[in-house]
């Protein structure tokens, strides 16, 4: 996958890539890729090499696609910590997944300057602050200055290592494998719903934190398809109606709290805003209530599919607006694979049943957890 793709004209190299909102920040495809390369470049320089681990503690800002893209293409796996963790719960995810250099921002200082005293190897030796001055780590600029804006000679494929644990213990990192070849031959990232989705004119709007999964892989994918992101540096329900006018937003993805937040608005306030460029937007995460999807679909029109996922990325299902208001409280069909629900003893459960929810994925998963504790039946033999 390949953001230059995008850079074959000066109409597309100087499209915005990101406008970041409220502030209004743009960066184009062409800035996007300068900047990728040239950070890909100081990864090889200073020893990163496929299957090595880059930390991210940044939160939402114009650096950290770049990051990402960085990573992604230089065959390295990147790991976005969340930005509300502790410096001691962040030093963790940083010790567990290897990690060999952290890129951190000026806003996160306090978390990246605590690192040192919960990690008991010592901090890794390549160290980076996007935006600002931290002791003991390289400013940004100055850690790429001189390096080439054009891609390394050995570019290959990176992916996302996620950390995720629900409610109890330590996160656990979700690692594919990786695919070993360049980013031109690897498959993309869910490429074919985004072709499926949007086209080059769409615009889209992440609203969440680039810290979880979704809102990552959806927003770089849209990228690597040549679609402007226009990514939300905190969401706020008015400031995302105003990002959607401001920038005809055609797509988005949310979570159902945002739903319910934009809903509380008071009506002068949700009708004083143009939503009329919205073709399609999505939802995941966590449940949906029934009666909050119906008042989102009064408001913005059966426009709002939803499709339910893990980080693992084994199954899949999604479900349009049309079938959902046939069918209140569903999450649709597997788009991939198989979803069975099972009872305690793992037999099948007829419809209407509830039981624990097992996904087969449609080829053999590649993916594996970084833990230390002996996993849970967590895998049917039978399929």
């Known amino acids: 996958m390949q953001i230059r793709q995008h850079l074959r004209d000066e109409t597309s190299a100087n499209k915005p890539a990101v406008i970041l909102h409220p502030s209004g ?18 990864f090889r320089e200073a020893g990163l090499r496929e299957g090595d681990v880059v930390a991210i503690l940044m ?7 770049a990051v990402m893209w960085a990573a992604r293409r230089s065959g390295l796996y990147y790991v976005p910590i969340n930005t509300h963790l502790a410096p001691a719960e962040a030093a963790y995810i940083v010790d567990n997944s290897s990690a060999r250099a952290i890129v951190g921002s000026a806003a996160l200082r306090e978390t990246c300057a605590g690192l040192a005293g919960h990690l008991p190897g010592g901090l890794p030796e390549l160290l980076m602050v996007a935006d600002g001055d931290l002791a003991g780590w390289g400013r940004y600029p ?5 390096q080439p804006g054009t891609p390394i000679d050995d570019e290959l494929e990176g992916d996302l290592l996620q950390y995720s644990s629900g409610t109890t213990g330590r996160p656990k990192g979700i690692k594919r494998e990786l695919p070993h070849v360049p980013p031109d031959q690897a498959p993309g990232m869910m490429s074919a719903l985004i072709d499926y989705w949007m086209d080059r004119d769409s615009v889209y709007l992440s609203p969440a934190p680039l810290y979880h999964t979704a809102p990552s892989v959806w927003s770089m994918s849209a990228q ?8 939300m540096e905190k969401f706020d329900p008015e400031s995302a109606l105003d990002a959607i006018q ?20 008071p009506d002068r306030v949700r009708n004083s ?10 939802h995941a995460a966590a ?22 996922a893990s980080s693992e990325a084994i199954g899949s299902t999604l479900i349009t607006a049309e079938d959902w208001l046939a069918h209140p409280g569903s999450v649709g069909k597997p788009m991939q694979g198989a979803v069975h629900i099972l009872d305690p003893d793992g037999n099948e459960l007829p419809p209407g049943q509830p039981g624990e929810i097992f996904s087969r994925a449609a080829t053999p998963s590649n993916t594996s957890t970084i833990r230390r504790k002996p996993l849970r039946r967590a895998i049917s033999t039978g399929g």
């Open 246 to 265: 401001r920038y005809r937003v055609t797509h988005g993805q949310f979570v159902p709290a945002m739903f319910t937040r934009m809903l509380k608005l």
């Open 59 to 65: 939160e939402n800002n114009e650096h950290i696609h």
């Open 224 to 231: 690597a398809g040549g679609i402007t992101t226009v990514v």
């Open 142 to 146: 100055e850690c790429v200055a001189g």
């Open 287 to 308: 449940p949906c209530p029934v009666e909050i999807k119906k008042q989102m679909m009064d408001w913005w029109g059966p426009i709002v599919d939803e499709y339910y």
């Open 273 to 282: 805003y143009d939503i009329s460029s919205l073709k399609r937007v999505m």
């Open 25 to 42: 920040t743009v960066v184009t495809f062409a800035e996007l890729e300068a900047r990728a390369n040239r950070l890909a470049h100081r």
